[in-house]
């Protein structure tokens, strides 16, 4: 099970930083991403994990604002977003790898999470 948290309203330009806790049971020892939806589209990529946090991925279009992370210790991954944009503004949700390769794919992904709204204003 993963719960991802950290959503909100925030201004264009701000910052928020997503949390997602894995129980033990999701896996969480294996690749982890953040990928993100908006109504009337496919869920896309955002960002992933290696097991071990020494590789990570990046759409284009979030490259140098967001940041992922990961601590194995606690079973959490973060997604930091900053400088955030009004298309940035989605349901954003983490997901539990089907191996220890960040993949960009959701196909890639076995286990995901109920999701977190982030709202931008212009």
């Known amino acids: 099970q993963l719960q991802a948290s950290g959503g909100g309203l925030v201004q264009a330009g701000g910052s928020l930083r997503l949390s997602c806790a894995a129980s033990?049971?999701?896996?969480?020892?294996?690749?982890m991403g953040w990928f993100r939806q908006t109504p009337g589209k496919e869920r896309e990529f955002v960002a992933s994990i290696s097991r071990n946090g020494g590789n990570k991925y990046y759409a284009d279009n979030v490259q140098g604002r967001f940041t992922i992370s990961r601590d194995r210790a606690t079973n959490m991954v973060y997604l930091q977003m900053n400088s955030l944009e009004p298309d940035d503004a989605a349901v954003y949700y983490c997901?539990?790898?089907?191996?220890?390769?960040?993949?960009?794919?959701?196909?890639?992904?076995?286990?995901w999470g109920q999701g977190t709204l982030v709202t931008v204003s212009s």
């Open positions: 033990k049971r999701t896996n969480s020892n294996n690749a």
């Open positions: 997901a539990v790898s089907r191996s220890s390769y960040p993949g960009r794919r959701l196909t890639d992904f076995a286990y």
